[in-house]
Every structure is written in structure tokens, then in C-alpha cells.
């Protein structure tokens, strides 16, 4: 028969570390999401009646409506071509960068410190800083260009519909490219040194040595790298509202999803604030967060399913 004195008891303990957490994070994300999409399917009544159920009303609207569809499928393009930028040009820079400090590099690790001292500072400080750099009044920017000849190329980039949204994207680049890189560099130096001496004692040379066998072996850290780029791009909003203001830019020029939801929850999209519609912006960005996520997961599954 079975000790039940001797049975495993449950560690309470772990109650007492966890509790504390999973209450705050329950509180301040959890419920906030999940009551976001349930204003996403409820109207405004009017005053004193409280709100109205209204199933997908809210989510026709914002994606056929001809007042909400411009301003919502214009903040998605916008929001696609932020993520592409970072996806061009973060994460390749980053992956360049950590495969430059793998090496014997004297001072890496000031190099290291000093490429990732920009993400952990203010946003607010970034943007006006950037703002006083590329200020075509009394920014540094038109002096230098001139200085090496190309004065006459310089052009007010942020106050430019075409040009802004790009330009936002590279100060954000600038700023971020040390979460990639850091990551990458991690992966790098797992890399087994007994591998890579017997690829160069084949005769491979350094770019084959990465293509052939460190780049596939980062594959699996690409797709996290991918994912979080992805995740983080779809969330962005304090650069570009620090930058650009609510109204994000001329002509809405660096709108993305964030800023739509901003202005649409509190008053200031289109002629008055619509909390149910800007949940159900919310909702909207929730949604596609999730599918990326969900494609790289299933992505994923498919290559550890191929590699057994």
C-alpha cells in the first residue's frame, strides 16, 4: 500500500514567490487586455445608459467604414514598412556587429557596452536629441553634410511625408540594434570551436565557414530575433508620439497602430474619442501579434519536426 505519509506534498512555497507576480501582472495586463476585448464588442449608449453589445459592429467599421478604414489600413501600411525597416536593417547590422566582436578584438567588450548603452536610454531623451540633430535651424546634421560636400542632399527629413516615417525608423534602428546584436553574439560564442577549426582546416574560407555552418546553426535564434522584432514593432509608440506628437507627423506620415489606438481612446482621432473603437484598435493589433506569433511557432515546430 501506498506511505501517504511519505507522498510528496505540494511546495507551497513556490506560492509565496510566485503569488506576488502573477498578481501584478494579472492586474495591470491580463485584466486590462481581456477588458479591451470586451469593449471591443460593446458601443457607446447614450449618457447614463451604460454601453450597448454591438458583436463585430466595431471591427466592420474599423475596416470598412469610408471614415475609420483610411485611417486604420493607413496606420497597418505604415506599421509593416516600420517593421520592414527594422528587419532589413537592425537585425543584418546586429548579426554583423556580433560576428565582428566573436573575434579577437581588442576592447570588445567597450564596443559591447557602448552599442547597447542606447536602448537603455530615455525615449524621450532620444527623440529630442534626434530632433535637434536633423533640425534643418540648428542642427549638426546640415554642417557636417556640408562640410564632407554633400550639403546640397540634405533635406528637412522629418518634416517630409515620403521621408519621415523611414527616418523614424533608422533613429529607432540606432537605438535597438544592440538587442539583436546581443543576442546574436550569444548565440555565436555557443557555437562549437572544435566545428569551426576542422571547416577552416578543410580549406573554407571565413564567409563560407559563416554561411555553411554558424549562420545555419543561428537559424533558431534568427526566428526569435524575427518574432520580437515583430512583436516589439506592432507595440511601438513612444519613439514616434515623443517625435512626431499624436497626430503622428504630416499627413499622418508615421501613423502606425499605436498612435491610431492613442488618438482613437483618448479624443483625439478624427471628431471625438471613441474608447469602444479604440478597444477595438487594441483588439486589431492584439490579433495581429498573435498570428505572427503563431506562424513562427508552427514555423518553428516544422523545423525541430525536420531536424528529428
Same mark, same amino acid.
Given at each position: 500500500?501506498?506511505?501517504?505519509?511519505?507522498?510528496?506534498?505540494?511546495?507551497?512555497?513556490?506560492?509565496?514567490? &510566485?503569488?506576488?507576480?502573477?498578481?501584478?501582472?494579472?492586474?495591470?495586463?491580463?485584466?486590462?487586455?481581456?477588458?479591451?476585448?470586451?469593449?471591443?464588442?460593446?458601443?457607446?449608449? =447614450?449618457?447614463?445608459?451604460? +454601453?450597448?453589445?454591438?458583436?463585430?459592429? #466595431?471591427?466592420?467599421?474599423? &475596416?470598412?467604414?469610408?471614415?475609420?478604414? =483610411?485611417?486604420?489600413?493607413?496606420?497597418?501600411? #505604415?506599421?509593416?514598412?516600420?517593421?520592414? %525597416?527594422?528587419?532589413?536593417?537592425? #537585425?543584418?547590422?546586429?548579426?554583423? /556587429?556580433?560576428?565582428?566582436?566573436?573575434?579577437?578584438?581588442?576592447?570588445?567588450?567597450?564596443? !559591447?557596452?557602448?552599442?547597447?548603452?542606447?536602448?537603455?536610454?530615455?525615449?524621450?531623451?532620444?527623440?529630442?536629441?534626434?530632433?535637434?540633430?536633423?533640425?534643418?535651424?540648428?542642427? %549638426?546634421? =546640415?554642417?557636417?553634410?556640408?562640410?564632407?560636400?554633400?550639403?546640397?542632399?540634405?533635406?528637412?527629413?522629418?518634416?517630409?511625408?515620403?521621408?519621415?516615417?523611414?527616418?523614424?525608423?533608422? $533613429?529607432?534602428?540606432?537605438?535597438?540594434?544592440? $538587442?539583436?546584436? $546581443?543576442?546574436?553574439?550569444?548565440?555565436?560564442?555557443? /557555437?562549437?570551436? +572544435?566545428?569551426? +577549426?576542422?571547416?577552416?582546416?578543410?580549406?573554407?574560407?571565413?564567409?563560407?565557414?559563416?554561411?555553411?555552418?554558424?549562420?545555419?546553426?543561428?537559424?533558431?535564434?534568427?526566428?526569435?530575433?524575427? %518574432?520580437?522584432?515583430?512583436? *516589439?514593432?506592432?507595440?511601438?509608440?513612444?519613439?514616434?508620439?515623443?517625435?512626431?506628437?499624436?497626430?503622428? *507627423?504630416? +499627413?499622418?506620415?508615421?501613423? $502606425?497602430?499605436?498612435?491610431?489606438?492613442?488618438?482613437?481612446?483618448?479624443?483625439?482621432? &478624427?471628431?471625438?474619442?471613441?474608447?469602444?473603437?479604440?478597444?477595438?484598435?487594441?483588439?486589431?493589433?492584439?490579433? /495581429?501579434?498573435?498570428?505572427?506569433?503563431? /506562424?513562427?511557432?508552427?514555423?518553428?515546430? !516544422?523545423?525541430?519536426?525536420?531536424?528529428?
Amino acid at each position: 500500500m501506498l506511505d501517504v505519509t511519505h507522498a510528496r506534498r505540494f511546495p507551497v512555497y513556490l506560492l509565496v514567490f &510566485l503569488a506576488p507576480a502573477v498578481i501584478v501582472y494579472s492586474v495591470f495586463m491580463i485584466y486590462p487586455l481581456v477588458d479591451s476585448l470586451r469593449l471591443s464588442l460593446f458601443t457607446a449608449a =447614450p449618457v447614463g445608459k451604460g +454601453e450597448v453589445f454591438a458583436g463585430f459592429a #466595431n471591427f466592420h467599421r474599423l &475596416l470598412g467604414d469610408s471614415t475609420w478604414a =483610411p485611417r486604420f489600413w493607413g496606420a497597418l501600411r #505604415n506599421n509593416v514598412v516600420f517593421f520592414c %525597416v527594422h528587419m532589413l536593417v537592425q #537585425n543584418p547590422v546586429g548579426l554583423l /556587429i556580433a560576428s565582428l566582436l566573436v573575434g579577437n578584438i581588442r576592447g570588445s567588450r567597450i564596443y !559591447r557596452a557602448l552599442l547597447f548603452m542606447p536602448t537603455v536610454l530615455s525615449v524621450v531623451i532620444i527623440g529630442f536629441v534626434w530632433q535637434l540633430i536633423l533640425s534643418p535651424l540648428w542642427g %549638426v546634421t =546640415p554642417a557636417i553634410m556640408k562640410a564632407v560636400g554633400l550639403g546640397k542632399l540634405f533635406q528637412p527629413w522629418l518634416g517630409l511625408p515620403k521621408y519621415a516615417l523611414v527616418t523614424v525608423g533608422l $533613429i529607432s534602428v540606432w537605438q535597438f540594434v544592440g $538587442i539583436p546584436m $546581443i543576442l546574436f553574439y550569444t548565440a555565436l560564442i555557443g /557555437i562549437s570551436v +572544435e566545428l569551426l +577549426e576542422a571547416a577552416r582546416v578543410d580549406g573554407s574560407s571565413r564567409l563560407q565557414v559563416f554561411w555553411r555552418i554558424k549562420f545555419p546553426l543561428l537559424l533558431p535564434m534568427v526566428g526569435i530575433v524575427a %518574432v520580437l522584432t515583430f512583436v *516589439g514593432n506592432f507595440n511601438a509608440f513612444d519613439l514616434i508620439y515623443t517625435m512626431k506628437g499624436a497626430l503622428a *507627423g504630416p +499627413e499622418f506620415s508615421t501613423d $502606425i497602430m499605436g498612435t491610431l489606438f492613442y488618438r482613437t481612446f483618448f479624443g483625439q482621432q &478624427l471628431q471625438l474619442g471613441n474608447p469602444t473603437m479604440g478597444a477595438t484598435v487594441a483588439a486589431m493589433m492584439f490579433l /495581429i501579434i498573435l498570428a505572427g506569433v503563431l /506562424i513562427y511557432s508552427l514555423w518553428q515546430r !516544422r523545423i525541430q519536426t525536420y531536424q528529428m
